[in-house]
């Protein structure tokens, strides 16, 4: 079904259409300013939405178990998505998200896995935890705030490859934990900080690029912890190869190599 709201419609109070599985579209007047928590939860049946201009937050839930939405367009003026507002929507492949996004809440696009490319735009400042776990089919992801927190891109398979870029200085708990795919990363030389299980039980890691040219910071024990690194390389600036030899748990690779050209 196709549901047309009057324009008079300012706010959309939470849970107010949640489990109506027989909606298939819904148009939105440009007034809404307030769609509540949980609004659209288990829409199951819900494909597409086009989101008013004057809203500015997606609250917690608020698309969650959406399992036919295929696409959202986001407005311009958007600042927030909260706390599992599009958990477990299957359906989508692919997020734009605007230029004035500002916050991604913990577990807002967790178990996603149809969502196969994911580009974070510079005005995002602050992520949550665990924000596309599970994301199974993602394949490309452009990142860009300073931290990559827990549980990121936990059980993310499809992820062949990642850079971090510049300007990230943190890499989490458990970010990449069992990426089982994972084979190759490529590590910005502003990363100085690695949490416990960062790229842990990612067995088909083969190749890790780390352009710094000293050892990181801080890091514990266990970044790599079930990655069987002994099978791996890691390639550091030449100045910083034999450090990393020297330094647990670099040593633990199977080969340190010098970055060719360095």
């Known amino acids: 079904d196709l549901v047309i709201l009057p324009e008079s419609v300012k706010t959309i109070e939470q849970e107010a259409f949640r489990g109506c599985t027989s909606l298939h579209s819904i148009i939105l007047p440009e007034r809404v ?6 609004a659209f939860l288990g829409c199951t049946n819900l494909e597409t939405i086009q989101l008013p201009s004057s809203l500015h937050q997606i609250h917690m839930e608020t698309f969650a178990h959406c399992t036919n939405l295929r696409s959202i367009s986001f407005p ?3 600042t927030t998505i909260a706390s599992n507002a599009f958990a477990f929507c299957t359906s ?3 997020l734009s998200l605007p230029e004035s ?20 735009p510079s005005s995002v400042i602050k992520v949550g935890d665990q924000i596309f776990e599970g994301c199974t089919g993602l394949t490309s992801v452009n990142w860009s705030t300073i931290t990559i927190m827990p549980g990121t891109f936990l059980d993310c398979t499809g992820l062949t490859e990642f850079t971090v870029p510049e300007g990230v200085q943190d890499i989490r708990s458990d970010a990449f934990t069992r990426c089982e ?12 900080t690695f949490g416990p299980r960062a790229f842990a039980e990612c067995e088909n890691l083969a190749d890790v690029y780390y352009y710094r040219d000293r050892l990181p910071d801080y890091c514990v024990d266990n970044i790599f912890e079930d990655t069987y690194v002994n099978y791996s390389t890691l390639h550091v600036p030449a100045s910083a190869v034999e450090a990393f030899r020297a330094t647990f748990p670099w040593s633990e690779f199977g080969k340190i190599e010098a970055i060719e050209g360095d």
Do not use: M, P, Q
Not at 33 to 38: K, M, P, Y
Not at 181 to 192: D, E, P, Q
């Open 101 to 120: 996004l500002i916050y991604i809440e913990s577990r807002a696009f967790v178990g996603c896995t149809g969502l196969t490319s994911v580009s974070l």
């Open 76 to 78: 311009n003026g958007l």
């Open 181 to 192: 795919n994972l084979a190759v990363v490529r590590i910005a030389s502003t990363v100085g």
């Open 33 to 38: 300013e307030l769609i509540d928590w949980a």
């Open 92 to 94: 989508l492949t692919k």
